[in-house]
């Protein structure tokens, strides 16, 4: 079975762009969940989805949004860009978004210049 | 407010001694434990998990340990090999209305020394 794949890998925007991130669920998992990671700070949750509704939500600002599409990939995009937001993006995908375990993706590099 | 938390940051060991990495949470509803290694330029993958009605759960060198009352768990790696050096995640859930999100620690960099 394929894993989860993320695209663009890499990405450099200016401050005040937009940037939509896609993940590829491994087939068959219909829940997705998004992460920022930043150094020293760990993992940061931002949003689940499972059959195109958001379930779940982090203590992220309204520029950070998210929706899924009937064949369970996902996409995020993050308005107004702030240089805060360079990170790593992870997603991962489950098969229902229970207590099971998560597959994540490679992530995709953001730097904001 | 950090719900978990691995408190050292980095961790060196001997090749083929055991490593053991420490995680520490404060919401009592949590119930269901992961680990996971990260190598750079990589998703994390997934190690091991542990449910609160276990103390311990083995998988080949890895196992883990669920203090409840402590509200601490650990990974005990043996014995360590060169290719455990990697950044290590726990992550912690609890079952709310039929959803589940995890919280992660901010992680502890092993190295494991040849």
């Known amino acids: 079975k394929a894993g989860v794949t993320q695209t663009p890998r890499y990405l450099i925007k200016t401050r005040g762009q937009q940037v939509t991130l896609s993940c590829s669920p491994i087939?068959?998992?219909?829940?997705v969940s998004w992460y920022q990671q930043t150094p020293g700070q760990g993992l940061q949750f931002l949003f689940e989805?499972?059959?195109?509704?958001?379930?779940n939500k982090g203590n992220f600002p309204g520029r950070f949004s998210g929706r899924q599409f009937s064949n369970s990939r996902s996409e995020m995009n993050v308005s107004t860009l702030e240089l805060g937001d360079s990170a790593l993006y992870l997603c991962?995908?489950?098969?229902?978004?229970?207590?099971?375990?998560?597959?994540f993706g490679p992530g995709t590099r953001l730097l904001v210049l | 407010d950090q719900q978990v938390k691995q408190n050292s940051p980095s961790l060196s060991v001997q090749e083929g001694r055991i490593s053991i990495l420490n995680c520490d949470y404060t919401n009592s509803m949590f119930d269901y434990f992961l680990w996971y290694k990260k190598y750079p330029a990589e998703g994390p993958t997934f190690l091991i998990s542990i449910s609160s009605i276990k103390d311990k759960n083995e998988d080949g060198r890895f196992t883990v340990f669920l203090n409840k009352s402590a509200k601490h768990l650990s990974l005990h790696i043996v014995p360590s090999q060169p290719g455990d050096s990697a950044v290590y995640f726990c992550?912690?859930?609890?079952?709310?209305?039929?959803?589940?999100?995890?919280?992660f620690g901010t992680g502890t960099r092993l190295k494991v020394l040849a």
């Open positions: 991962a995908s489950s098969f229902q978004g229970s207590q099971e375990t998560q597959y």
């Open positions: 989805y499972f059959s195109e509704t958001q379930r």
């Open positions: 992550a912690a859930s609890a079952a709310t209305s039929g959803t589940y999100k995890y919280i």
């Open positions: 087939s068959g998992h219909r829940s």
